[in-house]
């Protein structure tokens, strides 16, 4: 039961430098998100997307691209790193044709540092 | 704003006790409300998700309440062992807002001693 499947676990960027962060999930959910977790301010919704082609902002969107070309993959695109961006990231998705009733299943994190 | 606290933001308890953990929300017009489990470096294990027009929801040894006109939830655990411990968030899905994603507390950190 592999359920929603990030990578890389970590990662050490240099100011400037790009990457995206992969998730993939094999539950058929239409919903798949994207937060960071930072000490004292809890889980932040970076980007989301309610179906393949369709993606939308969160809380903090600013410095992250987001596309969805399948149901399966969200990933999560780092332009130009900055040491703000430093965090742990969670990539989350739901079921029930992404109507607000469905369980949220996270990934395993992936832990970025940006020096 | 729809905020979502939770008291305390750390708990120890000795092996067998029964706990309360508290879960307070500043709306009532919720789609549900999801308790999560997380484990040190690893992602969030979702627990229990309560719909707003339920009352409880229970799993084991886990029993989770909702009293949306009040803006609570509480997780009950019983028979607490050292395997518990962990940091447990709660998480509501507000009607209102525009993303109608998750608002997370910031956790409690349980420790069960042996």
């Known amino acids: 039961n592999a359920g929603v499947t990030q990578t890389p676990k970590f990662q050490v960027l240099k100011t400037g430098q790009s990457m995206t962060l992969q998730c993939a999930q094999d539950m058929n959910h239409e919903y798949m998100s994207w937060y960071r977790q930072d000490p004292g301010m809890g889980l932040r919704l970076i980007h989301y997307s309610v179906g393949a082609g369709i993606t939308d902002q969160g809380e903090v969107p600013n410095g992250y691209n987001v596309s969805r070309s399948t149901t399966e993959d969200f990933p999560l695109r780092l332009l130009s790193a900055a040491p703000s961006q430093t965090s742990v990231y969670f990539c989350a998705s739901r079921g029930n044709g992404g109507r607000a009733s469905g369980e949220l299943f996270f990934g395993e994190g992936s832990r970025l540092t940006v020096l | 704003k729809q905020e979502v606290t939770q008291i305390p933001a750390a708990l120890s308890v000795p092996e067998g006790e029964n706990l309360v953990l508290n879960c307070s929300f500043t709306d009532s017009a919720i789609y549900n409300l999801q308790w999560f489990r997380q484990d040190p470096g690893k992602g969030l294990t979702s627990l229990l998700l309560?719909?707003?027009?339920?009352r409880e929801q229970t799993s084991g040894r886990l029993n989770a309440s909702l009293d949306k006109s009040s803006g609570r939830s509480t997780l009950y655990i019983a028979a607490s062992q050292p395997g518990d411990s962990a940091t447990y968030l709660c998480?509501?899905?507000?009607?209102?807002?525009?993303?109608?994603?998750?608002?997370f507390g910031s956790g409690t950190q349980l420790t069960v001693l042996p």
């Open positions: 998480a509501v899905r507000f009607i209102a807002g525009s993303a109608r994603q998750l608002t």
């Open positions: 309560i719909q707003s027009s339920q």
